[in-house]
């Protein structure tokens, strides 16, 4: 069965850092760009950040950038985003997906392969 389970979701106070971690079964993620993207209650999904199958090219939505890194260990099948300063507009669920190249992830999410389940993050004092 092909699976992406993201983990690391929980509640943190404002200002506080979080490490989600996106890991892949029954597929090779070295394979695929992959993408991070939440949605909030009542709010459409929204992408965060994006890494290319290499991990030489990055992006960040405006509202992450130099708050949140997004990183890959293709060794362990893993995919993590590194939140930092948490904010309360960060809350939402956030979902991991693997996309066939860069551009996908960049581009319309319908391009994007396989997606997890979500990961709640909440922010909160």
């Known amino acids: 069965q092909l699976q992406l389970v993201e983990s690391g979701g929980g509640l943190v106070q404002p200002g506080g850092s979080l490490r989600l971690s996106c890991a892949a079964s029954?597929?090779?993620?070295?394979?695929?760009?992959i993408g991070w993207f939440r949605q909030a209650p009542g709010k459409e999904r929204e992408r965060v950040s994006c890494?290319?199958?290499?991990?030489?090219?990055?992006n960040y939505h405006d509202f992450v950038k130099g708050r949140f890194t997004i990183s890959r260990d293709n060794a362990k099948n893993t995919v993590y985003l590194q939140m930092n300063s948490l904010k309360s507009e960060d809350t939402g669920i956030y979902y991991c997906?693997?996309?066939?190249?860069?551009?996908?992830?960049?581009?319309?999410?319908?391009?994007?392969?396989?997606w997890g389940q979500g990961t709640q993050v909440t922010v909160s004092s």
């Open positions: 997906a693997a996309g066939p190249t860069y551009g996908a992830c960049l581009g319309f999410f319908g391009s994007m392969a396989y």
């Open positions: 029954g597929f090779t993620l070295e394979n695929y760009a």
């Open positions: 890494i290319s199958i290499t991990g030489g090219n990055t």
